[in-house]
């Protein structure tokens, strides 16, 4: 073999050695988003995108214990295959890279043992903290979306006359719960709300079990994992564990305009909670870039709420969180009033100037069916063209195929252009597009080949909505 030979092979080695390294961050950083869950990740390979596991995109896992581990052991695994197998480097690195996935998930499964054991170590010494505090109102928020805005919403209101605890972000999973009491609940906290989230039956019974809400809200009702509960039905009954647990007032606040709440607000009389719908209602709405307005009636009282939050759907939110203010303690005049402190989430419909005099929209907190169709009618707003660029979505069960052709159609009706991030139901999103118009054009690219075209594309006054995590990435190239 002549040295040109050599050094080609030697750099062959090389890259594909690094490869292997970047694949492992890569996976590392997948199970994160998965929280590390078998099921999850399951559910992500049998999508068009998760078949290419072989050659994903390149990530990197955020900076954490579990995370770290995971990236250590692999490599320590794969660099063993290298130097000690006794076949052909060539064979060695092949073998590595095919097998490095699947490492990393035998990896998952054995650190998962500890882990369980260490949350369940934490939650019950979060439980005996909680039950140590003075008696407090806890308040309950679960639902398919728009949880975590009506915790927020609330939070906010409660806060401008109680010492008031939330969990934080989207920490709405037992462990997430109990980190939440062990480093910020403190002697003068007088209410906690407590976001629930949960991927199966039992999980919010475990939650409410821990924190023993006397107030529970429940927002609505939709498709959202239904490749992990199986069927609509059995997320109702899994959301209803909140009602369930309720004690002390046993005070339900339920979403009625959502039919599949309604049908669970029955439940809740039938079981002899006091059940709050309709209690509070809204008119005369204002809903611009710059925030919402309207009139809020309770019984014959009235009064003006404004907030700086983006969307008409936002009125809805605010009147759970009014009414769960409310609930806790707060006049009807106190809970509207203080509607002006709410603070509007960076990632959900968060207006920001763009570049050439553009709007860049930042809806990449989540991604489902109604969230899609609400973020589209902001940005029906836009005064020029109008851009989307949208993570499609998964864990939609059964309604997967015909969500993605409906919000097809939706965008088609308000877009001049769609980026996809993935393929993904590419096929039965373009069916609806293509039900509606001819002329839209969809493509899907990558994050720095989305930001280039958006980049050489928009002008004064064109409007993009970003939709979903990996969305995000597009935007912050374009932020650079």
Known sequence: MTKTMELLVFLL???????????ILTYAQLWWVKEY???RMIIHLRTPQGKRFLWPGRRRPPVSPKSTILVLLSLSVCGFILWNLSFPIIYRLAIADLTSFPITWIFVLILNAPTNIYHKFLIAKAVRKLRDHKPMIVIGITGSYG??????????????????????????????????ILNSLKPEHEIFVVEMGAYKMGEIAEMAAMVK???GIITAINPQHQDLFGSLDRTMKAKYELTTGLGGKRIAIMNVDDERVRTMAQWAKRDGCEVWERRFSAM?????????EFTCMF???????KAPVIGAHQVNNILLAVSGAVAAGMTFKEAAGAALYIQPNPKSLSVIPGINGSIYINDTFNNNPDSARVALDVLRWGKAKKFLVFQPMIELGEYARSSHREVGAYAA???????????????????GVRSVSDIVKVSVLSSDKAASLLGSKL???????FKGKEAERVLRTLCK
């Open 213 to 215: 809400p006397q107030i």
């Open 413 to 431: 009706r308000i877009c001049e252009e769609i980026i996809l991030t993935n393929r993904n139901f590419y096929e039965d999103f373009m069916e």
């Open 13 to 23: 080695e090389g890259i594909w050695g690094v490869r292997i390294v970047f694949n």
């Open 299 to 305: 019984g014959k009282e009235k009064a003006r709420v």
């Open 147 to 180: 949880k975590t805005s009506v915790k927020d919403y609330l939070g906010a209101i409660l806060s401008t006359k109680f010492r008031v605890l939330k969990t934080e972000a989207s920490k709405n999973s037992p462990i997430g719960i109990a980190e939440v």
């Open 284 to 292: 005369n709405v204002r809903a611009e870039f710059q925030g919402i």
């Open 37 to 39: 869950r078998w099921d």
């Open 459 to 465: 002008g004064a006054s064109d409007a993009v909505l």
